[in-house]
């Protein structure tokens, strides 16, 4: 049985990093959105976070640990990213290192994302599957979302293997279910190759 305190913490903790990441990411977009740089500075903190971070554990070790100190991180920091990412973001990120945040990183991007989304009138649909998109479905979602909307679509896609077949759309507080998971014996006749078009059907009929 989980520990409710343990759980009370987590929770606590997620919704601290999650403050402090739009705090920072506030600061971050309105200095590269005087500069005309928004776009491209979220790009790269992407590129930061899903391929520098997410590859390579010492680094993202680093990054949160404060058995290192403020002026390594920052040696850190300028001798990987100076030469390749917007000195406005490597500057930023030497402060987050000076102020001991460099950990919250990837939350400063899921900030800076959304702020993003707001300054281009775009929304963020969070498309939760069975299986992974595949070009075509992907494309579908958004086009039709896009539509029945009014506005730009950002997909943000989680494989979750229980759906079974299924497809979850949230966008805000609004929640598409499509999910075929109580149909598992149509679902065992369905060969592989036809999920994607199975789906694009059943997405068509939930947004028309």
Do not use: C
Not at 136 to 143: A, F, K, Q, Y
Request: no cysteine.
């Amino acid at each position: 049985m989980e520990n409710p305190q343990a759980v009370e913490h987590e929770t606590v903790m997620d919704t601290g990093a999650e403050q402090l990441g739009k705090t920072y990411a506030q600061a971050l977009m309105a200095a590269a959105s005087k500069s005309g740089l928004s776009d491209k500075v979220v790009e790269q903190l992407g590129t930061l976070v899903n391929e520098y971070l997410a590859g390579s554990p010492k680094l993202s070790a680093a990054f949160a640990s404060p058995r290192i100190d403020i002026a390594e991180k920052q040696r850190i920091v300028e001798r990987i990213f100076g030469d390749e990412f917007e000195p406005l973001l490597v500057n930023f990120l030497k402060v987050m290192a000076s102020r001991g945040r460099l950990g919250y990183v990837d939350s400063v991007y899921e900030g800076a994302q959304k702020q993003l989304d707001q300054m281009s009138g775009r929304v963020l649909a969070k498309v939760k599957t069975a299986v992974p998109l595949d070009d075509s479905l992907r494309s579908t979602i958004i086009e039709r979302l896009g539509g029945a909307l009014g506005k730009q679509v950002r997909l943000q896609e989680v494989v979750d293997e229980s759906l079974i077949g299924g497809m979850v759309i949230r966008v805000g507080d609004t929640v598409f279910d499509n999910s075929v998971a109580g149909r598992i014996d149509l679902i065992a006749k369905r060969a592989k190759q036809g999920f994607s078009a199975a789906l694009s059907e059943k997405f068509a009929n939930l947004v028309e």
